[in-house]
């Protein structure tokens, strides 16, 4: 089975190598890039996140945005979110995304830079049944109470700061 890599940056965000998916998470001296889409309901406001399946190996059972991944070797942030965004929820890949930020994080899981989009839709979603267990719209209450934070990720955790400072939430 071939070894899955990714491009490694440094804190400049210049690309000095590459390295295998197992070694990169949590390991700050292998940041890598990943790709996020906030799905947001267009009448509602609401967030979809997903639920990560329990078998997961990156925080299993946690809460997180709907739509994300690492990019592949050589992929830019707007090519990897559409791509995710087929892969993930079954949405075309020629739908427009909007660019919102990027999002560093550097914590014992995860040591990347996520460039963050935004998509208002409602669905239908199709969704990979291997990676998630749940798919589901919150409201602002729910994602700000600290009973429902502490089961999320801690990337979706700063991205929900973020997106309440400019906010779209």
Not at 1 to 7: G, N, T
Request: some cysteine; charged content about 30%; overall charge negative.
């Amino acid at each position: 089975m071939k070894k899955e890599l990714f491009d490694i940056y440094d804190e400049a965000g210049n690309r000095i190598g590459t390295a295998p998916r197992s070694e990169c998470h949590g390991n700050p001296a292998l940041l890598h890039h990943t790709a996020h889409v906030v799905v947001i309901h267009p009448e509602t406001g609401d967030i979809l996140l997903q639920k990560r399946k329990m078998t997961k190996d990156i925080q299993p059972g946690k809460w997180d945005t709907a739509v994300g991944g690492h990019l592949d070797a050589g992929e830019d942030y707007l090519t990897g979110a559409k791509r995710e965004l087929a892969e993930e929820l079954g949405i075309a890949e020629d739908v427009e995304l909007e660019w919102l930020f990027i999002e560093k994080v550097r914590n014992d899981i995860e040591s990347e830079d996520a460039g963050v989009f935004a998509l208002r839709h409602a669905g239908p979603f199709h969704f990979q049944e291997t990676e998630i267990d749940e798919l589901r719209f919150w409201n602002k209450e729910e994602l700000f109470q600290p009973e429902n934070r502490k089961n999320f990720t801690p990337l979706l955790i700063q991205e929900l700061e973020q997106l309440r400072k400019i906010n779209i939430i």
